[in-house]
């Protein structure tokens, strides 16, 4: 069924038309696209033009000033609308200046992981390598000690942190010590006594990460809800800027 069928059935059928109180369609407008950024580095820009990336839409060129600037950032806007590209630019560049920089992706659902691992392996090519690795209960005991020694961008959940890497973090000494971002997205799940929860955790790994010597920026980003920059200071304890 094509989409313009299937949203007339649903339009039109008794069952679901009740459902659906506004019916909006929003005019087509043309992008807001920015060039690369003049201190992107080469490795990065060549693999987005592998990618058919010639530009940048405005948010992402607006997180990558911030990021760059040492500022925390909240992004929300639209599904599908380039958010991870957004954060994963400042991240990327950062490792690629620093050999020993870390960084720390936390996703709700270990699906997201996945999808996000499988795009920063796209990075991956030529001379441009940054490891990236699932860490989470489902991963392999045998794995870990490997993962904890070579990955640059560690992807997990709210709860391994809490549970599987905090507890530990002396065998992580080396990942605190080049921590240099932490990434939480879907950051709109996190509200409430939930929230109040995971405030706690991001409380403890900012302690850990001032042991080690390391003050990680946070890149938070969230579907649009009404409250983004109260919800991300409040739950990392430190101001952002909001794009």
Do not use: C
């Amino acid at each position: 069924m094509s989409l313009p069928s299937l949203l007339n059935l649903w339009r039109n059928s008794p069952e679901t038309a009740p459902n659906f109180p506004i019916w909006r369609t929003t005019p087509l407008r043309p992008a807001d696209l920015r060039p690369f950024p003049e201190d992107l580095p080469a490795a990065l820009r060549e693999a987005l033009e592998g990618r058919g990336i010639r530009a940048l839409y405005s948010h992402q060129e607006e997180a990558w000033r911030h990021a760059r600037a040492g500022r925390n950032v909240v992004l929300a806007t639209g599904t599908a609308s380039g958010k991870t590209l957004a954060y994963n630019l400042p991240v990327l560049a950062a490792l690629l200046a620093e050999p020993a920089a870390r960084a720390l992706y936390l996703f709700p659902t270990k699906a997201l992981s996945q999808d996000q691992e499988a795009t920063l392996k796209r990075f991956n090519v030529g001379t441009f390598n940054v490891p990236a690795a699932i860490y989470d209960g489902d991963t392999p005991q045998g794995q870990r000690p490997a993962i904890r020694k070579n990955a640059r961008i560690l992807l997990s959940n709210p709860d391994m942190l809490h549970t599987g890497i905090l507890p530990h973090h002396t065998n992580w000494a080396d990942f605190f010590r080049g921590l240099r971002f932490v990434v939480v997205d879907e950051m709109h799940t996190y509200r409430g006594v939930f929230g109040s929860h995971i405030a706690n955790v991001i409380r403890r790994l900012k302690r850990i990460a001032n042991f080690y010597g390391a003050q990680p920026q946070f890149i938070l980003a969230s579907a649009t809800i009404g409250n983004p920059q109260e919800l991300a200071q409040r739950l990392i304890e430190a101001p952002v800027e909001l794009i």
